[in-house]
């Protein structure tokens, strides 16, 4: 099949996206196959539930979140990659480690092992 038959499915705007995404990506050297990874990870439904993290105020599941993305409403400042934030009083806990180093610590906490 051609390209232009492949992206006809596509609108304008979200052909204007992905070409955005796939210039950032080239800008930092990062191929679209991470990117998928990336986006099949965070896409997850209900991943932070799953993972079973729990508020240490309220004891109420905590979901997970990318923050200081591009998108300015993602800012938090500190140099944070992620935040975990309580489904039940909105307890905020930032981190350091990137959505999928805090998924795979979660999930080997679950699973008792360091």
């Not at 800008?27 to 099949?40: D, K, P, S």
């Not at 599941?61 to 993602?74: D, I, K, S, Y």
């Amino acid at each position: 099949m051609r390209i232009d038959q492949i992206l006809a499915a596509f609108t304008k705007s979200q052909l204007q996206t992905f070409r955005n995404i796939l210039q950032v990506l080239a800008l930092n050297e990062r191929t679209i196959v991470e990117a998928l990874e990336y986006v099949n990870v965070i896409t997850q439904p209900k991943q932070g539930v799953r993972l079973a993290k729990f508020c240490p105020e309220c004891e109420s599941p905590m979901r997970l979140f990318q923050v200081n993305t591009p998108n300015r409403a993602t800012e938090v400042g500190g140099g944070y990659k992620s935040q975990w934030q309580c489904l039940g009083c909105g307890h905020d806990i930032f981190s350091k480690n990137t959505i999928q180093e805090e998924i795979d610590k979660a999930r080997r906490l679950q699973n008792g092992t360091r």
